[in-house]
C-alpha cells in the first residue's frame, strides 16, 4: 500500500508545533515549575506517546519553544534592520522587538519571563538569543565609517533591559506598548555620538567600591537552632525562629541545587525542623522562596533607602543609593541566592507568606 509521506510529513510538523505552543500556553498560566508533560498534551490534544516520539522530556520540549520563539523573533528583526539604514540598527531592533510582543504577546511572555525559572541552561538559551540580536546590530555597524553617529552602549545591554521591561508589563497584560517604545527610543537618541569616540568599548574594570557604612556591619544570619526539650520561650518566638532558619535553608539550596531540583523535604532537613512546622508558616515550596526573595529584597531597601535619604542633595542621594548596593552580595552573601527567586512566579491567587506573619528583615536576630 502506498504512504503519503507528505501528509505524514504535515501531520507531524503540525503536532509538534502544536506541543510547542502547548508548552508556551502552560508555562505562561502556570509557570515553568507546573509546566509539565501533561499539561502540555492537554494544551496540545495530543496524547502522551505522541509527545515522547518528539521530545525526551518537559526540558527538551521548554528548549524547543524557547529556541522557536527566539528563530521568530530573530527573523523579524533581520528583516527590520535590512529595512533601515545601518546607524539606525539599534533602534530597527528595538522597533522590531516590542512589534513581536505586541503582535504576539504569549510568545514574548514565554521568552522574556519562564527562561529564568528554567534553570542554568535555559538562561544559557536566552542569552544566546539575546548575544544573537547583539551581533545583528555590531553587523550593521561594521559597515558605518568612523564618523557616524550611532548609540554608545552595548546593545547586548539594551536588549537585556528591553526584554526586563517587557516581561513585567506582558505578565501583567498591559495594553499597548507604544509609550514603552517611544521612551526606549528617545532614550537611545541620547546616547548617539560618532564611532571613534565611543567610550564604553574600551571600559576597564575599576576598583570596587568600598563597603557603604549603610551596610550592617554583622551580616543576617539564620537563628541557632532550638534546643531539644520544652524552648523557653513564646510560640511566636519558636515561629519566627523556624520561619527564619527555612528561609536561609531555601536560599542555600536555590544556590546549591536551584529552584526546580529543591524539594521541601531538603529544606526542612537542612533547616532542622519537620514538615509540620514547615506547613504551619508556608502554603508550599514556592510561598518558601517568595519569602526568601522578600527577605533579600528588604534587606536591600533598607540599605539603599538609608544611603539615600543621608545625601545632602539630589544628585549626592542617588549616587549614595546607586554605590551602596553594589557591595551588599559581598557582605551578605546569603542575599546571592534571591536573586534565583526572580524567576519563581505567584501563581494567580497566591501570596508571598501567610498573612499575619512578619516579615521585616528588622525581625531577624544579629
Keep these: 500500500m502506498a504512504i503519503n509521506t507528505t501528509m505524514q510529513k504535515g501531520r507531524k510538523s503540525t503536532q509538534r508545533e502544536r506541543l510547542l505552543a502547548g508548552m508556551i500556553a502552560a508555562a505562561n498560566r502556570e509557570g515553568y515549575a507546573h509546566a509539565n508533560v501533561s499539561a502540555v498534551i492537554a494544551e496540545a490534544s495530543v496524547s502522551r506517546p505522541t509527545f515522547y516520539d518528539y521530545f525526551t522530556d518537559k526540558d527538551d520540549c521548554f528548549l524547543a519553544a524557547l529556541s522557536d520563539v527566539h528563530e521568530r523573533l530573530l527573523g523579524e528583526i533581520r528583516e527590520r534592520v535590512r529595512q533601515e539604514r545601518p546607524e539606525h540598527a539599534t533602534q530597527a531592533s528595538v522597533r522590531a522587538l516590542i512589534g513581536f510582543a505586541g503582535a504576539q504577546p504569549a510568545m514574548a511572555r514565554f521568552l522574556t519571563n519562564e527562561p529564568m525559572a528554567g534553570g542554568p541552561t535555559?538562561?544559557?538559551a536566552r542569552d544566546r538569543g539575546i548575544d544573537a540580536i547583539e551581533q545583528i546590530i555590531e553587523k550593521s555597524h561594521h559597515l558605518l565609517d568612523p564618523a557616524s553617529a550611532v548609540p554608545d552602549f552595548s546593545a547586548r545591554m539594551l536588549i537585556g533591559g528591553t526584554y526586563r521591561l517587557l516581561a513585567s508589563r506582558l505578565r501583567r497584560g498591559e495594553p499597548g506598548l507604544s509609550g514603552l517604545l517611544d521612551d526606549l527610543l528617545g532614550w537611545i537618541d541620547s546616547y548617539e555620538r560618532p564611532?571613534?569616540?565611543?567610550?564604553?568599548?574600551?571600559l576597564e574594570p575599576g576598583v570596587p567600591p568600598p563597603l557603604s557604612p549603610f551596610v550592617p556591619e554583622t551580616p543576617l544570619r539564620a537563628p541557632a537552632p532550638l534546643r531539644p526539650g520544652r524552648p523557653r520561650i513564646s510560640e511566636g518566638e519558636v515561629a519566627e525562629n523556624q520561619r527564619l532558619r527555612i528561609m536561609f535553608a531555601a536560599a542555600e539550596l536555590a544556590e546549591d541545587k536551584g529552584y526546580n531540583a529543591t524539594t521541601i523535604g531538603d529544606i526542612t532537613r537542612l533547616a532542622g525542623v519537620d514538615g509540620r512546622a514547615f506547613y504551619s508558616i508556608f502554603l508550599d515550596k514556592q510561598d518558601a522562596?517568595?519569602?526568601v526573595h522578600e527577605l533579600g529584597f528588604q534587606r536591600v531597601m533598607d540599605v539603599t533607602a538609608g544611603a539615600f535619604f543621608a545625601?545632602?542633595?539630589m544628585a549626592r542621594a542617588k549616587l549614595g543609593g546607586g554605590t551602596s548596593i553594589h557591595p551588599v552580595p559581598r557582605a551578605e552573601p546569603h542575599d546571592r541566592p534571591c536573586r534565583l527567586c526572580r524567576g519563581v512566579r505567584r501563581r494567580p491567587g497566591r501570596c508571598a507568606a501567610r498573612r499575619g506573619q512578619p516579615?521585616?528583615?528588622?525581625d531577624?536576630?544579629?
Excluded: K, Q, Y
Design 122 to 124: 535555559a538562561l544559557d
Design 195 to 202: 564611532l571613534c569616540e565611543h567610550r564604553w568599548r574600551t
Design 289 to 291: 522562596f517568595m519569602a
Design 311 to 313: 545625601g545632602s542633595h
Design 359 to 362: 516579615h521585616s528583615v528588622r
Design 364 to 366: 531577624a536576630p544579629p
